[in-house]
C-alpha cells in the first residue's frame, strides 16, 4: 500500500533563511508526487508536482526514487510562505491521492 | 482551472442526525472525490464518486454511513448519516477533468456534530 510521511508537523525559519520541508512515500510502482498548500483561510491548491520539475515561488522539488524522497525547498523563505504544506502520491486505478500528514510553516520575520 | 463550489460552508447538527454536502462544479469533469479532514489531520479520502454508478469506497469508509450521489458530471452530494461527535470534521469536494491532469479541491464544509 501506499504512504507518504512528512516527519515535521512545526517548522519555523526566519526569513531569508533556506527551508526544506521533508516528504518520504513508500509505493511499489512508478511515483507521482505532488506538493499541495493551504494559506490561511484559502483552500487547498497545488504548488507543484514532479513530473513538472519547475520552480513556483522560489520552491523546487525533486524526486529521489533512491531514497524514495521529494523534499520541498527554497533558499531565501518569505513570511508570505507560511501556511500548511502537504505531500501527496497518485496511484491506483483511479489516480487518487494519498497525502501525508502535513507540515505547517511558519516564516519568521 | 475548475472552480468548485460546497454547501453549506459550515453547519452544527445533533447526535444522530443525518447531513447531506453538496458539491458543484463550474465546468464538467470525469473525476470527483470526497475527503474528510479531521481536526488537526490530513486528508483522508472518503470515496470517488462515479457518474451514473455506485461510488467506490476507502477501505473503512462505507456506503451506509456515507451515501453519495453523482447525477452528472457538475455535481455531486455526499451525505453524513446518523452522525456522532466523531464526525466532526472539514468534508472536502475534489475533481480533476482527467486521470492526469491536475486535481482541484473545494472550500470544505465545516461539519461540528453536538
Known amino acids: 500500500a501506499q504512504r507518504v510521511t512528512q516527519p515535521e508537523k512545526l517548522l519555523s525559519v526566519f526569513k531569508g533563511a533556506p527551508v526544506e520541508l521533508k516528504c518520504n512515500y513508500s509505493?511499489?510502482?512508478?511515483?507521482?508526487l505532488f506538493w499541495y498548500v493551504q494559506y490561511s483561510r484559502q483552500r487547498l491548491q497545488l504548488l507543484l508536482r514532479?513530473?513538472s520539475r519547475e520552480s513556483i515561488k522560489g520552491f523546487t522539488a525533486d524526486l529521489n526514487k533512491g531514497e524514495t524522497s521529494f523534499h520541498l525547498k527554497k533558499p531565501f523563505a518569505q513570511e508570505e510562505d507560511s501556511a500548511m504544506y502537504y505531500c501527496?502520491?497518485?496511484?491506483?486505478?483511479?489516480?487518487?491521492?494519498?497525502f501525508g500528514s502535513g507540515t505547517q510553516l511558519t516564516v519568521l520575520p | 482551472s475548475a472552480v468548485i463550489s460546497q454547501k453549506p460552508s459550515r453547519d452544527i447538527c445533533q447526535r444522530g442526525t443525518s447531513l447531506t454536502i453538496q458539491c458543484q462544479v463550474d465546468?464538467?469533469?470525469?473525476?470527483m472525490f470526497w475527503y474528510r479532514q479531521q481536526p488537526g489531520q490530513s486528508l483522508t479520502l472518503i470515496a470517488t464518486?462515479?457518474?451514473?454508478?455506485?461510488?467506490?469506497?476507502e477501505s473503512g469508509f462505507v456506503i451506509d454511513k456515507f451515501p453519495i450521489s453523482r447525477p452528472n458530471l457538475t455535481f455531486s452530494t455526499l451525505t453524513v448519516s446518523n452522525m456522532s461527535p466523531e464526525d466532526s470534521s472539514i468534508y472536502l469536494c475534489?475533481?480533476?477533468?482527467?486521470?492526469?491532469?491536475?486535481?482541484?479541491f473545494g472550500p470544505g464544509t465545516r461539519l461540528t456534530v453536538t
Open positions: 475534489s475533481v480533476r477533468r482527467d486521470i492526469s491532469y491536475e486535481q482541484y
Open positions: 509505493y511499489s510502482g512508478s511515483p507521482e
Open positions: 514532479h513530473i
Open positions: 501527496a502520491l497518485r496511484s491506483g486505478s483511479a489516480r487518487q491521492l494519498t
Open positions: 465546468s464538467q469533469v470525469t473525476m
Open positions: 464518486a462515479n457518474q451514473g454508478s455506485e461510488a467506490t469506497y
